[in-house]
């Protein structure tokens, strides 16, 4: 593939690879997006009589259209979510943060959730892995999905290969519309890249419009998703209208940074990625080895204070795993003043990762026997 301007930013970030440390005002810029800003967090607190944390820290920060979304919320027209998950191995615990807060839409907004899962995709841009492979990973994801206590009457999950023949009329009709040099330059490729590759933005599109298809009324769709989705859809909402669709409207979450202190939390680095399925042992190992802003020693720690900015185990709690903000700022500053060290601190995170780890274990366990209730055609036992 070709090199994607590298040039100016020190970071990278498309659907396929995340480099580098990201700036995400900048990536606002970049990809032409709004940030979402107080007074659209006001807002929405209004409107749903409460917020939550990922967008009261800016975790989810920048938005396509989400006004457009509460004013015809608020004129009493329903939306759909719909978000998507890349079955490239076991769930992490990254990957949790967006599943979590589209919940919290589901609920809050009492609206139906679509969700995708691209056995094709990672079939297609992963060379090593088989369609066994990425269909059974698949299952097992949307385990963790149910896991999360999703309303089964509004939670609709499909497998691309399973659901294709309601996807593929609508992601004929958005391939029809995106001519090679768009993608090729919103995606960087080039001549050596295969060709299921180059049609799969059509894939993923067609989501966007399937509400509007099964109830055979204009339906607009709200994408919660990571910013490195975004030149997908903004291909998609260039020709929505051209076929006869809204254009999809977005919510965008920052990626969970990884344990080793860098990019996202990936499961092709398994060493720095907590899994749902991991067990305790597995999480004292990672946590152990994390990345952390201490010092060279507990002395000078005592004297000069870490830098929690940096810490992987501050970020793991700021980004999922403490929703109070005081406590994640009372270790914060605790920190700074050389007042906790960096063992105890991950001690605390170990306890709190187990204790999660091992409640989603059994709901996830039970989800086995709910998949029926959740996945829409192609599944059988
Ligand atoms: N491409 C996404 C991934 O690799 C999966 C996905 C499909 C998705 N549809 C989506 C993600 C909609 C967010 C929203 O993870």
Redesign the pocket.
Known sequence: MQEKDRSEDEFTVT??EVEGDIDYEKLIEKFGTESVDEELLDRIEDVVGETHFMLRRGIFYSHRDLDRILDEYEDGNRFAL?????P?GHTHVGHLM?WIFAKWMQDKFDVELYF???DD??FLFNFDSTLEETHSYALENAKDIIALGFDPEKTHIFIDTDFIHELYPLALKVGKRLNFSNVKAVFGFDNSTNVGSIFYTAI?SA?CFLPSELEDEDIPVL????I??DP??RLTRDIAETIGYLKPALLHNKLAPSLDGSGKMSASRPKTTIFTTDEGEDVDRKINEAFTGGRVSAEEQRKKGGDPDICAIQNYRYFIFEEDDEKVSDLAERCKEGDILCGECKQILKENLKEFLSKHQKRRKEAEEKLDQFLMSGYED
């Open positions: 659907p396929w719909y978000t998507g998950r890349g490239s967006p995708q899962l691209t995709e990672k993923q989501p994408i919660p998703c990571g490195d989705q997908h859809f």
